[in-house]
Structures are given as structure tokens and as C-alpha cells.
């Protein structure tokens, strides 16, 4: 089973667009797995649009709905499809769905995207390191036989969340 065959069994992906310091922000998004590609729609105006107009590499793994990882990481290239290259996605019923949720609740319109895998960044060689960006941060022994979760880097121990 191909990786893109995970993505599209799952039928949900973690996207994974960079800002421009090169931290990445993950969001969950409905995928269409096709001919070696990996489509996608969302509104325009959404930080991920933005992050990908800058900066287009992107990562793909299958994932739950809430955005839980449930496999490895494709690495590819994003691009925004025009109106004409989206007419395919267009009779599905999916799509008209959450273009009329984004004309009438968010006052927005849909934009497709294409994911094109790199072909080298997919290879067998890099399945472990797929795997562990997949499955997140693990746990850190003290020796004493207790163990923690492993601290995130980005997250100031000391404050409390809300």
C-alpha cells in the first residue's frame, strides 16, 4: 500500500504549510487522491492560503478529523489550481457543499490547490523519519523510572493555558 493510498483511504489529511521563519502550522483538510496527485479546497482567505502563496513546499499525512496523525508524511509542492484546471472537482458533491458553507456563512470563496509528491523525499529511505514527525513527540525517561512527555520547544512550561 502506496502512501498516497493512506492519504486517500483516510479521506483527511494534516497539511503542513511553513511560514516564513520556517515554523510549520499544521491544519486538517478534506482530501481527493488522484492520479498520483493530491487535491484539496479551502476558503481564500485563510492563513494557509497565505503561508503557501510564500512558501509552496508543504508535508501531507493521513489524519483524523480533529487533526490527530495516523500515518507518515508526503513531502510535495502545492499550487493553486485556476478556476478552469478546478472544473473536475466541481460536480462532486463535496465540493458544492463547502462552497455554498463558504459563500454564505464565511462570505468567501473556494480555491483548489494540487499537491505534487516529491519523488525524491518519498523514497523507502526516509520511512523513519516520516514516522517520527507522524507520530509526535515521545516520552523522556529521568532515571528514576518516571517518565514525562517530552517537552515542546514553542511552549513556555511555566504559563498556564486558558
Not at 472537482?89 to 494540487?114: E, I, K, N, T
Not at 516529491?118 to 517520527?132: I, L, R, T, Y
Request: proline share 7%.
Amino acid at each position: 500500500m502506496s502512501r498516497l493510498d493512506a492519504l486517500a483511504g483516510s479521506g483527511v489529511a494534516l497539511l503542513t504549510t511553513y511560514r516564513r521563519d520556517g515554523r510549520g502550522v499544521g491544519t486538517p483538510v478534506g482530501v481527493l487522491v488522484k492520479d498520483g496527485r493530491v487535491y484539496f479546497t479551502t476558503r481564500t482567505k485563510t492563513w494557509k492560503v497565505k503561508r503557501m502563496a510564500n512558501r509552496p513546499e508543504v508535508t501531507l499525512a493521513p489524519c483524523t478529523r480533529r487533526g490527530r496523525p495516523t500515518g507518515p508524511a508526503i513531502r510535495g509542492t502545492a499550487r493553486r489550481l485556476s478556476d478552469a484546471e478546478a472544473a473536475h472537482l466541481r460536480g462532486m458533491f463535496q465540493y458544492r457543499f463547502w462552497a455554498l458553507v463558504y459563500r454564505v456563512v464565511y462570505r468567501d470563496r473556494p480555491v483548489s490547490y494540487v499537491v505534487t509528491p516529491d519523488e525524491d523525499a518519498n523514497d523507502d529511505k526516509n520511512d523513519d523519519k516520516n514516522k517520527v514527525a507522524a507520530e509526535g513527540p515521545k516520552a523522556v525517561s529521568h532515571g528514576d523510572g518516571a517518565e514525562s512527555p517530552k517537552a515542546d520547544p514553542g511552549v513556555d512550561e511555566h504559563v498556564r493555558p486558558r
